[in-house]
């Protein structure tokens, strides 16, 4: 067990439709990362929040958002939903802005229907 | 240049042999090498990772190895067993750019 939560494990939606995914970080650890597992594009990174603000910005569409609230729990917003948007979404967080190691939760399913 | 080249795509092996996985990379802003093991409906789990200042890591069965001037590190994974039948992703990150460039996978299978 990593450590990091996430919730849902599975969400199966329709296109068009806005959905928010949970992350609560390992106890201790200020960064959250998100990354999308697909098929073609394998692991990629979206989005770094550090202690409540934005760090990096990775391939991350514009439909796409996160924020990190004062307990440190972060959430993904993935709005007007496409097809193509079906994918795992990884929560990972590690300690500081710059430290490694990232621990990664299970993640949660997204089904586009 | 973020880019991470990991090969085989998949793997087979005997129980009781030796199992090897390699990446290559270009950016040479890269100081941190992690392994990371997926099983199906889990999230990658961090294996072992190694810094540039040394050549070689070992942690029980995995060991690391790692050149510098080619560029490329490698996963060895010795007396596999079947229960390291999993996908294995190689990564890198730099102090500029914290968050991980993975390779695209690894699917190894041991069989018995």
């Known amino acids: 067990d990593s450590g990091v939560t996430q919730t849902p494990k599975h969400l199966i939606t329709a296109t068009g439709q806005r959905v928010t995914l949970r992350c609560s970080p390992r106890s201790g650890d200020l960064s959250v990362y998100w990354y999308q597992q697909s098929l073609d594009q394998g692991l990629q990174f979206l989005i770094q929040?550090?202690?409540?603000?934005?760090?990096a910005k990775g391939n991350i569409l514009e439909r796409f958002s996160a924020q990190q609230f004062p307990d440190l729990h972060s959430e993904l917003n993935l709005s007007s939903l496409e097809l193509g948007d079906s994918a795992l979404y990884f929560c990972?967080?590690?300690?500081?802005?710059?430290?490694?190691?990232?621990?990664f939760g299970d993640g949660t399913r997204l089904s586009i229907l | 240049q973020q880019q991470v080249k990991q090969s085989p795509q998949s793997l087979i092996v005997q129980k009781g042999g030796i199992s090897i996985i390699n990446c290559a990379y270009e950016?040479?802003?890269?100081?941190?090498f992690p392994w990371y093991q997926q099983f199906p409906g889990k999230g990658p789990a961090l294996l072992i990772a190694?810094?540039?200042?040394?050549s070689e890591k070992k942690e029980g069965r995995f060991t690391i190895s790692f050149n510098k001037s080619a560029k490329q590190f490698s996963l060895h994974i010795m007396d596999s067993q079947p229960g390291d039948s999993a996908t294995y992703f190689c990564?890198?990150?730099?102090?500029?750019?914290?968050?991980?460039?993975f390779g695209s996978g690894t699917r190894l299978q041991v069989q018995p």
């Open positions: 190694i810094r540039p200042d040394v």
């Open positions: 990564a890198a990150s730099n102090a500029g750019r914290r968050a991980l460039t």
């Open positions: 950016n040479t802003a890269f100081d941190y």
């Open positions: 990972a967080s590690s300690l500081g802005q710059n430290n490694q190691p990232q621990h």
């Open positions: 929040y550090y202690n409540g603000e934005e760090r």
